[in-house]
């Protein structure tokens, strides 16, 4: 689901260890410990500051965050990563 969200224009906010472990911090907004749930709401109102404030931050922002996501998201490694997973289960 992470990815649909990257590819759909969504602001991410993760955890370091989450399904953005694979990606710079600089990239998507940190949820970081030991108060995780302070920090996840200070981080999802900096992204509807994002959000709401001028187009261009939130579309150079986006532009970051889909850049280090497309390694992952692409295609051709997906299906190599489900032919992988389907022939282990045979």
């Known amino acids: 689901m992470i990815f649909k969200a990257v590819k759909s224009n969504a602001i991410l906010v993760s955890t370091p260890d989450g399904g953005a472990a694979d990606v710079d911090e600089n990239t998507y907004l940190v949820v ?9 709401y200070t981080q999802m109102d900096k992204a509807l500051d994002i959000v709401e404030g001028d187009n261009e931050e939130w ?16 295609t051709g490694r997906m299906l190599e990563d489900y032919l992988k997973l389907i022939a282990r289960t045979i």
């Open 59 to 74: 579309a150079t922002f986006l532009r970051n965050q889909l850049a280090a996501f497309i390694k992952i998201i692409a």
């Open 32 to 40: 970081k410990s030991p108060d995780e749930l302070s920090s996840l």
